[in-house]
T-cell receptor, first 113, second 112 residues
């Protein structure tokens, strides 16, 4: 699967707790993305990164932060999890951003109770 | 807001038939991509068509792009049960950021 690993694959957490999801790539691609997928909404972009320490917001960034201290790792943090953040989260990578194909990880199913 | 919107939301056909899915978008683009997602899995890239291209083929896939109508179509010929999946279009925004924005998808069911 294009050298992308998401961890954990499944997580149940309580409302109000911080949660960090990790995306690790072995492809050395410059661009990394975090999406969430919900029924009726398709995929929505949360944050993306275009280099180490270079990140930008997507369309649903409220309540989320990201960090990229190394090329291979892109972390997504839910600062204080809420039930509305129950979703499936996908990480994606690409060589040249929007002009090239994106490769997706297998997803992380997060449930906030 | 979503840049691309797929139509129909769901499509059910018999094996051997052709399946056509459409995508409409709102702003000028550099390229448009189609992806496939099997249930419970990540998305897989199918094809990319650039704004200066009108048609592209890959195996049983045919993609068209009409920039004047801001629309694209994905045709799967001689469908198979294994083509059952959700299909998404993704667009960028010319002159915009590096965001790649996905539509809500078309769920295709191919009945054996």
């Amino acid at each position: 699967d294009a050298g992308i690993t998401q961890s954990p694959r499944h997580k149940v957490t309580e409302t109000g707790t911080p949660v960090t999801l990790r995306c690790h790539q072995t492809e050395n691609h410059r661009y990394m993305y975090w999406y969430r997928q919900d029924p009726g909404h398709g995929l929505r972009l949360i944050h993306y990164s275009y280099g180490v320490k270079d990140t930008d917001k997507g369309e649903v960034s409220d309540g989320y932060s990201v960090s990229r201290s190394k090329t291979e790792d892109f972390l997504l943090t839910l600062e204080s999890a809420t039930s509305s953040q129950t979703s499936v989260y996908f990480c994606a990578i690409s060589v040249q951003g929007k002009d090239t194909e994106a490769f997706f990880g297998q997803g992380t199913r997060l449930t906030v109770v | 807001s979503q840049q691309g919107e797929e139509d129909p939301q769901a499509l059910s056909i018999q094996e051997g038939e052709n399946a056509t899915m459409n995508c409409s978008y709102k702003t000028s683009i550099n390229n448009l991509q189609w992806y496939r997602q099997n249930s419970g899995r990540g998305l897989v890239h199918l094809i990319l068509i650039r704004s200066n291209e009108r048609e592209k083929h890959s195996g049983r896939l045919r993609v068209t792009l009409d920039t004047s109508k801001k629309s694209s179509s994905l045709l799967i010929t001689a469908s198979r049960a294994a083509d059952t999946a959700s299909y998404f279009c993704a667009t960028d925004a010319r002159g915009g950021s590096e965001k790649l924005v996905f539509g809500k998808g078309t769920k295709l069911t191919v009945n054996p």
